[in-house]
């Protein structure tokens, strides 16, 4: 089964959103939160759920550097796997209060989180970034990466992904990657910070099973081979 996006649904909404349609189950869950502190004291997540009971796991996230006006930029990307089908609403608290901020969500099919890898970056250029964390992609994978940059120019894909946002950045890709160590993204102008995080979810190994020696027949009551 090739890795695929079953739906996806972008929020401005930094503390969760509702997902458009029923999850199912046995797919996985991404959701990329973007975040800005007001006050330039980076937060944690302190809490992280959602109605279908699935485990959330915290898989890769970034402390990025305070734009012009002192707030912090950060990044983080969660997994929730196990959970029942249906309605899905994700719930995101925090240790403080935030300036801005935003959340992607992606429902995924013919994944694993087996073998994960993950990638960040942050800096303050504003016309190209891409993760200072190389990873190795492996089979055909599944690639999501976003986070917050502060400044007015509109962020643009890397070569081969999806944007999914705009501000509040996300992105996401299947094929068509050409540079295969990196989440590639940039802007027009104007950013002055950024922080920014991927994740590589590789597709579902499958099982074949092999028959081995003679079948046996029956005929007029003796076995035959």
Avoid at 95 to 124: F, H, K, M, R, W
Avoid at 170 to 178: D, K, M, P, Y
Avoid at 179 to 199: D, K, L, N, Q
Wanted: proline content about 3%.
């Amino acid at each position: 089964m090739p890795v695929s996006i079953v739906q996806k649904k972008t929020s401005g909404a930094f503390n969760g959103f509702t997902f458009t349609s029923n999850v199912t189950a046995g797919n996985i869950l991404v959701v990329v939160v973007e975040f800005l502190a007001g006050d330039g004291t980076a937060r944690t997540i302190t809490g992280f759920s959602d109605t279908q009971g699935n485990t959330w796991t915290s898989r890769v996230n970034i402390n990025g550097p305070n734009d012009s006006g002192g707030r912090a930029t950060q990044s983080w990307i969660y997994t929730g796997e196990g959970g029942t089908a249906g309605a899905d609403t994700i719930s995101i608290t925090f240790s403080g209060s935030q300036a801005d901020g935003g959340t992607t969500g992606y429902e995924i099919s013919g994944a694993t989180v087996t073998d994960l890898a993950t990638a960040t970056g942050s800096g303050t250029t504003e016309t190209s970034f891409t993760t200072s964390t190389s990873i190795s992609f492996t089979g055909s994978p599944m690639l999501i990466a976003g986070g917050y940059f502060s400044g007015a120019g509109a962020m643009s894909a890397g070569t081969g992904f999806t944007s999914d946002g705009d501000t509040r950045f996300a992105e996401s890709a299947t094929t068509g990657i050409t540079s295969p160590t990196s989440f590639p993204c940039s802007t027009a102008s104007g950013g002055t910070a950024w922080a920014y995080s991927g994740i590589m979810l590789p597709a579902t190994a499958v099982t074949v099973f092999f028959e081995s020696g003679a079948k046996s027949q029956y005929r007029r009551g003796k076995r035959t081979r």
